[in-house]
């Protein structure tokens, strides 16, 4: 009755794991020589829903302004940030940002994300750091279980582009392919192609789990030397992760949600809930619409998904120290004492539960602290 639909209050744990994982962020991000960003919470609905960007209008918040164009509160970051950058003078190569997207097909209406953008890398620099950084990172925030999962968006768009597919088409084969429905993909595709281009697409939906999906791939399409560059290039990044000791799944049918990606894909997997903790990949062609041609790598994290899964605390002591409205600055002056603890001043008693309760009563020209 008070909040529009999908609007919420945050209070409590939620709110200050949010607080705490901003700040490991920004610690890790600057150790690591990024520099922060920030594009307008309000741009102009066009930057999203061109072709390069491929979002829909129906799912963002928006109205009209007094020019008559739509106008819509930030529904990605990355997207803001190719706008920003593509035409960026400046010789620094990974940026950083957090705050806020809104989208109506969220829960919630508003998320959190914190994110990296690296440009203008060689190779599969770009790659590698986005994920060293979301390894460091998950590290650093006591993130132990967790799965980082490899995909390509060019093989399944390599096995479809021989396809004379209309938008509809595609559109069904595609999420077909991503619900993992394989006698769909096999009818959509056979149906479009012929029964040989079937197989061969179908046979992707159960092309994911371990790395060893990898070699045998790499056997498979030897003679198919631009499959085979592709699988090469996420062995490179798989060996990467597993020598530090992440736990790494390969999904070599999964297929791009937005029509920007052109490379490697990544997500992140928390092991206890399942929760998809981040994403990313490689969309040079982003920066086009912008005016800009050059490599872009980054990935976001989902800040309410590891809020919600950060380690509780560890427990301080909580300390009460009672007293009235002229015990206050002696009451203050009391809290140096105990560093370390959480000190509440109150002039009543309360319900709440403290470790320690002290009295902080008048004792001639000053005042004295009585243990209760």
Not at 160 to 188: C, F, G, N, P
Not at 279 to 288: T, W
Request: aromatic share 10%; hydrophobic share 40%; charged share 25%.
């Amino acid at each position: 009755m008070f909040l529009p639909a999908g609007s919420r209050d945050l209070t409590g744990r939620q709110l200050v794991n949010r607080v705490t994982i901003y700040e490991k962020f920004q610690s890790v991000v600057n150790l690591r020589n990024y520099q922060a960003i920030e594009t307008p919470i309000v741009e102009y609905s066009t930057t999203f829903t061109n072709p390069y960007a491929g979002m829909t209008l129906k799912k963002m918040l928006k109205w009209f302004d007094e020019e008559g164009e739509i106008e819509v509160l930030r529904p990605d970051w990355t997207i803001a940030v190719a706008r920003a950058l593509a035409n960026q003078q400046s010789d620094q190569q990974k940026w950083a940002y957090a705050g806020s997207v809104f989208k109506k097909d969220h829960a919630g209406v508003e998320s959190h994300q914190a994110g990296i953008e690296i440009i203008r890398t060689p190779g599969l620099y770009g790659e590698f750091e986005s994920l060293f950084t979301a390894a460091r990172f998950l590290t650093e925030l006591g993130v132990q279980q967790y799965s980082i999962e490899l995909g390509h968006t060019e093989i399944f768009e390599t096995f479809i582009s021989s396809l004379e597919l209309d938008e509809l088409t595609a559109s069904q084969i595609r999420q077909a392919m991503h619900d993992k429905r394989k006698d769909e993909v096999y009818r959509l595709v056979n149906e479009a192609g012929n029964e040989e281009s079937a197989e061969a697409v179908a046979e992707l939906t159960d092309a994911f789990g371990g790395t060893a999906i990898l070699d045998k791939f790499a056997q498979m399409w030897g003679n198919n030397p631009k499959l085979l560059l592709v699988v090469q290039e996420l062995q490179k990044l798989a060996a990467s992760l597993e020598e530090l000791g992440q736990d790494v799944i390969v999904d070599l049918g999964r297929v791009k949600q937005l029509p920007y990606y052109n490379g490697a894909m990544f997500r992140g997997f928390l092991a206890e809930s399942g929760a998809e903790c981040f994403s990313g990949g490689r969309y040079d062609e982003l920066y086009e619409q912008f005016g800009g041609k050059m490599s872009a790598v980054g990935l976001a994290f989902d800040m309410d998904v590891l809020a919600a899964a950060l380690p509780a605390p560890q427990k301080q002591e909580r300390i009460c120290l009672l007293t009235d409205e002229q015990g206050l600055i002696a009451a203050e002056a009391l809290r140096y004492k105990y560093p370390d603890a959480v000190v509440d001043v109150r002039t009543e008693t309360t319900a709440e539960t403290y470790d320690r309760v002290y009295q902080v009563v008048k004792s001639g020209e000053g005042y004295e602290v009585i243990e209760k």
